[in-house]
DNA sequence: TCAAAAGTGTTTGCAATACACCCATGC
DNA sequence: GCATGGGTGTATTGCAAACACTTTTGA
């Protein structure tokens, strides 16, 4: 994805919201970079920048991310426009939010041009934020809360083969609430979106966990049927 | 809200798409207006257009739905951004979807200078839509029934006092469904948001309904806590 | 033998759905 | 007296929520 640096840039910019998931940690992450341009030259921020010309605004929140932090190829999805007037220095400047959710640990993060570093953040130490970033990062933790509740999302998270006590604690990491197990076990094993595998965890000091996997098919389809997981 | 004609204008504009609902009819309807302006004049088209650096999006999304219908103070809720390349002929422009619901019979339309008329159409029969806007009126119509499914909206509907089957088959008109008579009223009464009256319904051809209004603090709230109307 | 987590079972109560049925009124 | 809608009742089924209990394993 190359253009030329003679692209007009549209006074339109889009910013990434990227939560990440550490199934071992239980940690629910967010992705930001250091700002290596001003405005706010050095304070960290969501992964943003300018829409050209020539590339849609999906399209765009790809190469903005990929530019930002190194990230390749993951696809976000478009939240909404935040448009006041002054928020954003000297000019008006309107911008496009998109939220994804990954495994930290499948990310190399490489900061480009315009950032010094890239970082993962725990959601709960994550530094002030300049803009209007905190409203933007604030409605995207409560689409992603409302989400995880209707549909089965952030199942690529975990690994392959996984404890359903793994499967839990994500839910319980993202809604930032604590589940009881029987209920969770039998509302979760009733979607028939799990494999029961013969094969259990190891080295572990407590009685072994059988592992699951997803069924792929049975997944995509609750995914576009939206399923109320209702947790 | 006065601006000069010098403002710069944005490569970004808004398109409103606004439902209406009769009560009397039950039927969902949708305002179009008959576009005076290049690209596709003369084509049935939902309200939009540019957004100016001296406003906001919001203040916009008001200020050029009264332009064009004449409509007025009309609180519109952003819906997302559509940002194909070659969404619109010629030029890159970049818009952002809002979208209200509303009594028709409470507005009187009057096309502004890019309109030769404003009209509603039944959802039905309305015309097929230049650039993306049939794209735009199918998500608004889905966010529409995820909404009424989700919240107590719409009941500003309905007149002051109203039956409670005048309230169902505005249910029924949004989301295009029948409901069962009787677990409608159980439901909707289990939330304490009506106030029974002792008034009834006159000169109708059958036994006189009961009349209803709402209670506007548990209305106000429930809009705030977002219940589950669960049809 | 203790801690830690796996895994199962039970009870309570409410809610969704599908019907069936009687009531009042104007034509 | 019949069509039209108002209004109520009931049986079934399933799930949510709370919580109590047994099992397995390593340290």
Redesign the interface.
């Known amino acids: 994805m190359s253009h030329s640096h003679l692209d007009k840039i549209?006074?339109?910019s889009i910013d990434c919201v990227v939560f990440g998931f550490e199934a071992e940690s239980h940690d629910l992450k967010i992705l930001l970079i250091k700002r290596a341009i001003e405005p706010h030259f050095g304070s960290w921020a969501l992964p943003g920048g300018f829409?050209l010309?020539?590339?849609?605004?999906?399209e765009?929140s790809n190469r903005i991310l990929n530019e930002m932090t190194g990230i390749e190829n993951l696809y976000l999805k478009?939240?909404?426009?935040f448009?006041?007037?002054n928020r954003y220095p000297d000019k008006?400047v309107?911008t496009?939010s998109y939220y994804a959710l990954v495994k930290p640990g499948n990310y190399t993060l490489t900061p480009g041009d315009d950032a010094s570093a890239a970082e993962w953040f725990l959601l709960s130490e994550s530094p002030s934020l300049p803009f209007d970033h905190q409203e933007i990062l604030d409605e995207a933790i409560s689409t992603l809360r409302r989400e995880v509740r209707n549909r089965p999302i952030g199942f690529e998270l975990l690994p392959e083969k996984f404890t359903l006590l793994q499967l839990q604690k994500l839910y319980e990491a993202i809604l930032g609430i604590e589940l009881d197990k029987s209920n969770f076990r039998r509302k979760i094993q009733r979607m028939n979106l799990l494999v029961k595998l013969d094969e259990w965890e190891e080295n572990v000091a407590h009685r072994a966990a059988r592992l699951f996997k997803f069924d792929k098919d049975i997944y995509d389809d609750l995914q576009n049927k939206g399923l109320i997981f209702d947790v």
């Open positions: 549209e006074p339109l829409i010309y020539s590339e849609g605004i999906d765009a478009q939240l909404r426009a448009g006041e007037v008006r309107i496009l």
